[in-house]
């Protein structure tokens, strides 16, 4: 995967991959990305051993709190990064040396290993399923059955706005695709990039394709492509999902440069907190960003944020969201010490002091009944933004899966080269599901 940089509120830079939608920080904030060394490993004569991505701190610290009341029955870690994890956890597994627990992204690649009898259920009773978000654990529940357990905090895609610049332009935050296209005008008329756009690294992109298919044809459409049915990429509503994206593109929301910038120095990012853009489509860590690249924008409440728009007769619900879930910890089917593994999950995975520790560090934690935490937050403006992301994902309905994750590896290529193309207009809105049929079937 290639890597973004985003800072923790705490911490340092986090990532997303290409591949696998991923979000990091050294404070361990949110979903597991890339590192540049590695692996490491705490070690153990017997018991468990469970991998990971090394960015995952307070991770680490579960499992560590786990090994100092377990001192006979302890887990050995080993810390990988990110590049190198997934085909290593690929091998691991063809070889039959795999983990007894395995961190990973949900979804389709996690399901790939369900198929082929790698992962052990995890029955509900057995790891307190009822203490997690519900529509989180739709990514690691397939046919009904548990699979993984959340392991870190939640990232769902928001719309970020500049106070100040949508005031200027007599602009009010877009609450339905009709506004956001009336916005757009105003602030071209201001000399604004109306949306931040990081089009070079082309994830970003999908964020939108996402959201306006999700909003179009309700969250049912992508799950029929997501359990792989090439032929939902045709259904009407993926076509009305670019249509909508190419009229973003020609009414000139995204500026003239965007294919230009990338996400990785963080440009779009500053684009937005400079007052050069009025908006920007992100996942939750560009909080953790702006907090940490222009506090005094964030102190003096100048950034506003708010759900996706919904779209004029779309089927979908107004309150579904998309993006990163939560990164899980799943069970090898192999294992010999199922009874030890539990324990870890029930008893120190997200426990309150996991809790705890996600919420200072600008993260909300998958998990139910945060409201008294909540209210203890000290900073006015960090508990708005966790209040916000903890209300979003509680009261969606669906809580959808980055494409680039859900769907199996080898489609992530043409995914994010037809979402591109889509973009640029350099394919009709109906070509991108064709295309992506083709490549799927």
């Not at 005094?296 to 990163?324: C, E, H, M, Q, R």
Request: aromatic share 10%.
């Amino acid at each position: 995967m290639r890597g973004i940089p985003v800072s923790g509120i705490l911490g340092t830079p986090r990532i997303r991959g290409t591949v696998a939608f991923a979000v990091t920080a050294s404070a361990a904030l949110g979903l597991a990305a890339c590192g540049t060394s590695g692996p490491s490993t705490t070690s153990s004569a017997k018991g468990l051993t469970m991998w990971a991505l090394n960015d995952q701190t307070i991770l680490k610290e579960s499992v560590d709190a786990y090994n100092k009341d377990h001192p006979d029955e302890k887990i050995t870690l080993r810390l990988f990064a990110n590049d190198d994890y997934k085909q290593k956890l690929r091998v691991a597994f063809g070889a039959n040396q795999a983990p007894d627990i395995f961190f990973s992204w949900g979804g389709g690649a996690l399901n790939d290993y369900v198929k082929a009898g790698k992962v052990d259920t995890l029955r509900a009773s057995d790891v307190k399923a009822d203490r997690f978000t519900p529509s989180v654990m739709q990514s690691a529940t397939f046919d009904g059955k548990v699979y993984g357990v959340p392991a870190n905090g939640l990232a769902p895609v928001v719309l970020y706005y500049n106070k100040t610049v949508l005031a200027d332009a007599g602009v009010e935050p877009p609450k339905t695709y009709t506004d956001l296209l009336a916005a757009v005008k105003k602030l071209k008329a201001k000399d604004v990039v109306p949306m931040s756009l990081a089009a070079n690294s082309k994830w970003p992109t999908l964020m939108y394709l996402e959201y306006l298919l999700d909003r179009q044809g309700g969250s049912d459409v992508f799950t029929k492509i997501a359990s792989g049915d090439a032929s939902a990429w045709k259904d009407p509503s993926v076509t009305q999902a670019n249509q909508y994206l190419q009229d973003l593109s020609k009414a000139g929301a995204f500026g003239d440069n965007a294919s230009s910038v990338s996400y990785d120095q963080g440009a779009s990012t500053a684009l937005l907190y400079t007052g050069k853009a009025a908006m920007e489509v992100m996942g939750t860590w560009e909080y953790a960003n702006i907090a940490k690249a222009a506090p005094d924008f964030l102190a003096k409440g100048d950034l506003g944020y708010t759900a996706f728009p919904t779209l004029p007769g779309g089927a979908g619900k107004a309150d579904s969201i998309v993006g990163n879930p939560s990164n899980f910890l799943s069970l090898n089917s192999a294992t010999k010490n199922k009874s030890a593994a539990l324990t870890y999950f029930n008893d120190y995975v997200l426990n309150d002091s996991q809790v705890d520790a996600y919420l200072a560090a600008g993260s909300v934690p998958p998990v139910t009944g945060l409201e008294s935490k909540l209210a203890t937050v000290k900073s006015s403006s960090d508990k708005a933004w966790l209040t916000f992301v903890y209300g979003l994902v509680q009261n969606a309905p669906s809580f959808q899966l980055s494409w680039d994750q859900a769907l199996p590896s080898d489609q992530a290529d043409p995914l994010l080269t037809n979402t591109d193309k889509s973009l640029l207009r350099q394919i009709p809105p109906a070509e991108f599901g064709t295309n992506m049929s083709k490549a799927t079937s």
